[in-house]
């Protein structure tokens, strides 16, 4: 398969390359040349295949014979080696689960299928070694340290704000040693991005390191979350007039669903429920897309200003507005709206939302109130233990650690500060 840059259709990429380069030169983001349709027949008999075939079938053509089919055959078994169940809250209002994997976040899905790809073609050998580096406001961190621990030929260094991640987002970056090295860094989460984006342009590093992110812009860490869409689709009771509603802030996640839809997943529409950042809903309301600096919130992972793969939804629309909108409507809640819902919902259902996911339930709600025949789905992209101040102070209780966190608390942080752009760049030509 050929990916093109967005920003000039003419220049093409293997996936090899775009996996390793991560954006185009002319740093557009890459996009497949062709989606291609599953046959009907494939949805209809997904009951008698595995996770990982299915995920196979989903992707094989956005790989195409770069990855030899053992060898991805053997990625997306470790990619999915995880449950993502579908649990049904109430009439029409199902919750797809996707923190059960080693991270808690669905970010897993995307980093174990980026390091398992980025490994293959390091151990090919033409590249050599190279140096993931990556900032972090909390669950990319985790996630991309635990998909790359001990993979062969890569190092991987997180920049975090100090101070500014929960104690067990820092507990996941922090503790695995090895090939993953946590810098942490006196300042807010945009000085971190900024001195990553510096680094790449530093021709003394480059000449040192091969450096790659492992962000979403990421194809190889994009495409695999259309998996979910698939599972999810699959394990419904009602298959008919779908709607999936995605707690969204760089809008990887909601654009790798439609992917899905493009390949024939039998869904009607989506929901890109968002915080305060609200700039895709006023888009849809105003037709004006018009990005701010980002706010805080409570479900921190969305808190994004300008979401960077949103031009991959317009190109998947072929920038028509009016088609956009017919698919997905946007909705945007605020702090109190979000910790009264996971009161509401508790005390209603026994279920504890994280903030992420309680968006995604508002989102759901909003829409359903005027179209009550749909049959919703929401995202449940973080476990609420992660989020643990938030939630017990929302429910007034103490929530149950599982095991795996009570023991991650008893290890040890392991980190190196730094200051400025100077401290990183020493660290990386040390
Ligand atoms: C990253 C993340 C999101 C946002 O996903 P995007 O693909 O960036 O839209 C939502 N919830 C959680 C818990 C996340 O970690």
Redesign the pocket.
Known sequence: MRYFSLNNKEHFSSFEDAVIKGLAPDKGLYFPEEIKKLPDSFFRNMDSLSKAEIGYHAIENFVGDEIPKAELDKIIETTLDFDFPVVKLEENVNVLELFHGPTM???DVGARFMAGSLGYFIKKGNIGKVTVLVATS???GGAVANGFLDVDGIDVVILYPKGKVSEIQEKQLTTLGKNITALEVNGAFDECQAMVKKAFLDEEIQQKRKLTSAN?INVARWLP?MFYYFLAYRQLEQKEKVVFS?????????CAGLMAKEMGVPITHFVAANNANDVVTRYLDSEKYDPKPSVQTI?N??D?GS?S?FVRIQELFKNNFKDLRNIISSYSFDDDQTKSVIKQVYDKNGYVM?P?GAVGYLGLQAFLEKNRDYNGVFLE??HPVKFLETIEAVLNKKIELPEDIRALSRKEKKSEEIRDYEELKAFLLH
Do not use: E, L, R, W
């Open positions: 976040a669905f970010k909390g669950d990319t979403s979350q995605v707690p969204s802030g760089n809008f990887g996640n909601i479900s992972a969305m994004v979401p793969n994280d992420h992209t973080a």
